[in-house]
């Protein structure tokens, strides 16, 4: 079964640093790989996916990730943050023809001023 | 605008009465989902369908029933036997089709019982 491990539970930044959310996977096959963020009280919005190519990907709002398989892990960037980014990301791997994800527990970020 | 509504944003009921929650989607999306999300444990997966007619259980689907009568809608019920139903419960749809198998979600509702 897949599973997902999202190890910083809360990272703290300072506004205009850079971000880094881990996040490692299981899985037996070629995964396909998200991140969602979730605003307070809100659902979540997808911010990039990868299922092939090129390891890089880039997404919305700045964020950019890279598949690694040997490290089985799908980390989460942004080079300058900002105060809007405060919010919970959640890591998910998808399997099967049935679209079902399984996801981490997220990361809660906090951006100090 | 396509998207997933679920209404309402708060609902509140007293412990041993069952509630149901909707989920309408204009996506034409196959696929539905219900997760559960707890402080700190991401979300659960509840029940989910590929298509009309047609649902399966997911992690914790203890307590809580569905139907799939119309590809738009997939509403929960909570049930009474569902020992701790307060939580916040999402709606999601996918096209399984797809390469990408992304999930859009609506926005959420938070189910109280005292």
């Known amino acids: 079964a897949q599973s997902v491990t999202q190890p910083d539970i809360h990272i703290t930044v300072s506004e205009g640093a850079s971000l880094e959310l881990r996040c490692n996977y299981s899985y037996g096959a070629t995964p396909y790989l998200f991140w969602y963020v979730q605003s307070p009280g809100q659902g979540l919005q997808l911010l990039l996916k990868?299922?092939?190519?090129?390891?890089l990907v880039q997404g919305i709002k700045g964020f950019e990730a890279e598949f690694k398989r040997s490290q089985s892990s799908f980390n989460l960037r942004k080079p300058s943050v900002h105060w809007s980014d405060a919010a919970e990301y959640f890591c998910a791997v998808g399997a099967g023809y049935a679209g079902k994800s399984t996801f981490g527990d997220g990361t809660t970020l906090t951006v100090k001023p | 605008d396509g998207g997933i509504t679920q209404s309402p944003k708060y609902l509140f009921r007293k412990e041993g009465q069952n509630v149901t929650l909707s989920c309408e989607q204009n996506l034409n999306h196959d696929a539905m989902y219900w997760y559960r999300q707890d402080p700190g444990q991401g979300l659960r997966l509840i029940y989910y369908s590929q298509i009309v007619n047609d649902f399966q259980k997911g992690d914790i689907a203890e307590g809580y029933s569905v139907s799939r009568e119309k590809k738009e809608s997939f509403p929960l019920t909570v049930t009474s036997a569902q020992k701790n139903p307060t939580a916040f419960y999402l709606c999601?749809?996918?096209?399984?089709?797809?390469?990408?198998?992304?999930?859009?979600f609506g926005p959420g509702t938070r189910l109280t019982v005292t």
């Open positions: 990868y299922f092939s190519g090129d390891t």
């Open positions: 999601a749809s996918s096209h399984p089709g797809q390469t990408s198998h992304e999930q859009y």
